[in-house]
């Protein structure tokens, strides 16, 4: 067995054929000599279960144990793929949805080094985005009281946010999915997502909560990865019920934890742009056009645009990686 830290991939999809095999693909570059992955199937009715099993039964070197949910949404699904996965010892769980094409092939690497540089209290992580609460975030009626997003350069190009680089880590009180980075460790003492807010709806911002609480840092450590706009169900056909969903999670949240959620909104919350030692960053001109790209496209998408040959693009790119290993 070799001494490098476990890395669970955890991976929830719902109904994703015309996907799910770039994203196993994906995972697997990423994937070392002590990788195992776990693709939670929740209530799929496509062919996402047989081309799991047969990518299963190509690739014997990583183990990959599918976890079966019966459609109840994301938030339970990351906690059946948490609870199904090993989490003694030294060990990391990255979460990504169905829409996540992973493009960094040094990711584990990476991860490691990432929480060596911070140390024991380095908590949440995500590799996408993340946001610092609003000073009235206790007591506001904001149904998401965040401020300071701050954005991977590999994202959606949100207008309001900071760009981050690879290579650099930002501070933040709230990392947001998908793709993140929960160590075993903060699993072993701080639980699981809290499912009084299932379906889904501000998990991410409730699990900060109590990490801070227990004194973790959180942040966003950008990787490189590929997910277009339109790829995510719950961005191109919500729910009709998420929006009162979120409100009502969110009152829930303020009446559980209002006094901490008031101190972390009135401290020093996280605000710098750090490099971090021993991660090769990707060339930052290949990054600032990535998220150029992705800004343009972000535009187009609300305005109705179509954004079909960019994931022909991407499943060439994998498909190119897969050949040359």
């Not at 991977?152 to 309001?160: A, R």
Request: proline fraction near 5%; glycine fraction near 8%; include cysteine.
């Amino acid at each position: 067995m070799s001494d490098s830290p476990r890395f669970n991939y955890i991976i929830t999809i719902h109904n994703k054929e015309s996907m799910i095999e770039q994203v196993l693909m994906s995972v697997l570059m990423c994937c070392r000599d002590n990788s195992h992955i776990y693709p939670v199937i929740d209530g799929c009715t496509d062919r996402t279960e047989e081309i799991i099993l047969k990518i299963a039964n190509t690739f014997s070197g990583v183990p990959i144990t599918p976890v079966y949910t019966s459609n109840v949404h994301e938030l339970l699904s990351i906690n059946a793929g948490l609870k199904a996965a090993r989490q003694e010892g030294d060990a990391y769980n990255i979460v990504l949805q169905d829409d996540v094409i992973l493009a960094d092939f040094m990711l584990e690497r990476k991860v490691e080094s990432l929480y060596k540089w911070g140390g024991r209290g380095l908590g949440y992580v995500s590799f996408r985005l993340g946001a610092n609460f609003s000073p009235d975030a206790a007591t506001s009626k904001a149904v998401v009281p965040y401020v300071d997003y701050i954005e991977n350069s590999y994202g959606h190009g949100i207008q309001e946010a900071k760009v981050i680089y690879p290579g650099y880590f930002a501070y933040r009180s709230v990392p947001i999915k998908s793709p993140v980075c929960i160590p075993s460790h903060i699993v072993r003492s701080i639980g699981i997502f809290n499912e009084k807010l299932a379906p889904y709806g501000h998990d991410d911002l409730e699990y900060s909560i109590r990490l801070i609480k227990s004194g973790y840092k959180n942040g966003v450590f950008p990787l490189r990865f590929f997910s277009d706009v339109k790829w995510g169900g719950t961005r191109t056909s919500p729910h009709p019920e998420l929006n009162k969903t979120i409100a009502r999670n969110m009152n829930m949240i303020r009446d559980m934890w209002r006094p901490v959620l008031d101190g972390i909104a009135h401290s020093i919350q996280g605000g710098e742009i750090v490099p971090v030692p021993n991660v090769i960053a990707e060339d930052e001109k290949t990054a600032q056009s990535a998220w150029i790209k992705s800004r343009n496209e972000l535009i187009k998408y609300q305005r109705g645009d179509g954004l079909r040959a960019k994931i022909k693009a991407v499943m060439r790119i994998v498909q190119r990686k897969t050949i040359t290993g």
